[in-house]
């Protein structure tokens, strides 16, 4: 049994602080791991404007969204300029890589992308996603092979940004198995490798998932047929509930299962690109999430 963990990390606290924890935890327990950068200015604060969608509220009250971030980067973009993550940290970013991780992009203006790439032509989707591949190449002098885009908004635009990057894979969406994309009657090249599991913050401070019984839930719902994809947060599993998620992976570790890469993975099912299935990607709802997301069709 196969465990590829996704670190999203999407502020400048979660860089600063959330990482390096992270990388403290994994070298005690020899775990590699998939961490994708926000690359451009952290503007949290503008997330404001989700006020008013579906959802958005209550998942501010039961994640306790101030506790977890931190008023000064809820201000972030507010109150003053967000500040440059990868400008600011860029030695934390190398130091992921030198220590055997996986980098790749997670975007260059996480709000901007969240929050406007499904209203951006084609042309502003690659430009904003162009930002990011500078960005990376600036701090680890290489062309970046992986992305999984914010808050799982991806569409045709970012598909073709992608295949024009040459990506090795893409993680943008939630399903069950390694996939080419389709949208209409357009096949896209790049690799998805889509999550399956639950985010922690889409069931923390749900009734029937009480903290001590997330550990047994997660590892209760592993699959031995496939790698289970585990996407993680600098500010949560790295900050606030760090000592939970170090419980869980050494647990994990002692009952026999195997913690890889996601470029592994993607390397894996591209060995036999005939065997791997196009899905539809679609746009749909999914318990514990506010508003639409990218998820992996028939």
């Known amino acids: 049994m196969q465990i590829a963990i996704k670190i999203d990390v999407d502020t400048e606290r979660g860089t600063r602080i959330g990482v390096p924890q ?10 590699p791991a998939t961490f994708l950068f926000s690359l451009g200015p952290d503007n949290t604060g503008r997330a404001i ?3 008013f969608r579906p959802g958005f509220l209550k998942k501010v009250r039961r994640t306790n969204v101030v506790g977890t971030y931190g008023l000064g980067t809820l201000l972030n973009g507010v109150l003053w300029p967000g500040p440059h993550i990868a400008k600011r940290n860029k030695a934390i970013m190398q130091l992921t890589k030198a220590l055997g991780h996986e980098v790749g992009i997670h975007c260059y203006d996480h709000i901007r992308w969240q929050d406007g790439v499904q209203k951006m032509s084609a042309e502003e989707v690659q430009k904003e996603f162009q930002k990011a591949l500078d960005e990376f190449k600036n701090v680890f002098d290489c062309e970046a092979k992986a992305a999984g885009t914010a808050g799982w908004q991806a ?34 090249e790049t690799l998805q490798i889509p999550s399956a599991l ?6 923390l401070g749900l009734p029937e998932y009480p903290l001590s ?41 002692d009952q ?6 996601m470029e592994s993975v993607a390397r894996e099912a591209l060995a036999d690109r005939a065997k791997i299935p196009v899905c539809e990607f679609v746009q749909g709802t999914l318990p514990g999430r506010s508003g639409t997301l990218a998820i992996q069709g028939e």
């Open 213 to 253: 019984s997330l550990k047994s839930f997660y590892l209760s719902q592993l699959k031995t047929d496939q790698v289970n994809i585990l996407t993680t947060h600098a500010e949560l599993e790295g900050m606030v509930y760090l000592n939970w998620f170090k419980d869980f992976c050494r647990t994990a570790l």
């Open 49 to 51: 404007k989700r006020i």
């Open 22 to 31: 992270m990388l403290t935890l994994f070298a005690e327990l020899k775990i």
């Open 155 to 188: 569409n045709a635009h970012s598909l073709t940004a992608y295949d024009q990057a040459h990506l090795l894979y893409g993680s943008d969406s939630r399903g069950h198995c390694p996939f080419f994309p389709k949208i209409g009657e357009k096949v896209f």
């Open 256 to 261: 026999g299962i195997e913690f890889v890469t």
């Open 198 to 203: 639950p985010t922690l913050d889409e069931l």
